[in-house]
């Protein structure tokens, strides 16, 4: 179902329970934003070694984008703002496919 901004909204899929939304023009973009909250390796090739599945049911449908999830924390650019912390944790995701829900 889409926004009147153009975003669609999907909803994290954890054991059937359904809690956290993320807003995105594309699911991939949602996904990234997911994708952040995982737990952070301490570099980019450990976390994609350790990736975790992660579903997002588009909100109105019954599609649920699976996507391979990992997060890392790396120092944060010099030009950072002043409010932002010394590290930043980055993300990224790899699409595997979409299911359909039969409820």
Do not use: C, Y
């Not at 594309?26 to 570099?43: G, I, N, Y």
């Not at 992660?54 to 599609?63: P, V, Y």
């Not at 120092?75 to 950072?80: G, W």
Request: glycine residues 6%; hydrophobic residues 35%; without cysteine.
């Amino acid at each position: 179902m889409v926004r009147e901004d153009g975003k669609r909204n999907f909803v994290m899929r954890e054991e059937s329970k359904e809690d956290s939304v993320f807003s995105g023009n594309m699911p991939r973009q949602a996904a990234l934003k997911a994708a952040r909250r995982l737990d952070p390796e301490d570099s980019e090739a450990q976390a994609e070694a350790d990736a975790e599945e992660i579903r997002l049911r588009e909100k109105g449908t019954d599609k649920v984008h699976i996507f391979e999830a990992w997060a890392w924390e790396q120092e944060a650019p010099d030009d950072k703002p002043d409010w932002m912390g010394e590290e930043i944790t980055k993300g990224n995701v790899s699409k595997k496919g979409i299911e359909h829900l039969e409820e």
